[in-house]
């Protein structure tokens, strides 16, 4: 059983900085063999993938509307996965999750909520205008 835990949200002025993190707890805390994606849902909308790394790390995805101001990374000897965000605007305001999903050798990445496993609690951003 894994157990995913976001931490780095926070308050923050348009044009500002963020780099949220997400660890692998629990027994199974590993993330080794996993795809992982952030996911965020703002008040009122469904939740949306916005980025995604293969297990490998060979393949990363992102939605359009974080394209260029966004980085998803892992860190599997830290069972990390992180997603560094910049030049934030306040339709960046959401929830935050991360998701996991085992796909050992697996290249590809996974874009629906229904493709994972595993989910973190989430961790609010508020990006003030």
């Known amino acids: 059983q894994v157990q995913l835990v976001e931490s780095g949200g926070g308050l923050v002025q348009t044009g500002g900085s963020l780099r949220l993190s997400c660890a692998a707890s629990?027994?199974?805390?590993?993330?080794?063999?996993?795809?992982l994606g952030w996911f965020r849902q703002a008040p009122g909308k469904e939740r949306e993938i916005i980025a995604a790394?293969?297990?490998?790390?060979?393949?990363?995805y992102y939605v359009d509307s974080v394209k260029g101001r966004s980085a998803i990374s892992r860190d599997d000897a830290k069972n990390t996965v992180y997603l560094q965000m910049s030049s934030l605007i306040p339709e960046d305001t959401a929830v935050y999750y991360c998701?996991?999903?085992?796909?050992?050798?697996?290249?590809?990445?996974?874009?629906?909520?229904?493709?994972?496993?595993?989910w973190g609690q989430g961790t609010q951003v508020t990006v003030a205008s």
């Open positions: 998701a996991a999903r085992s796909d050992i050798y697996g290249t590809r990445t996974w874009l629906g909520s229904e493709d994972y496993d595993y």
């Open positions: 790394i293969s297990w490998s790390s060979i393949n990363t």
């Open positions: 629990g027994s199974g805390r590993t993330f080794r063999g996993f795809a």
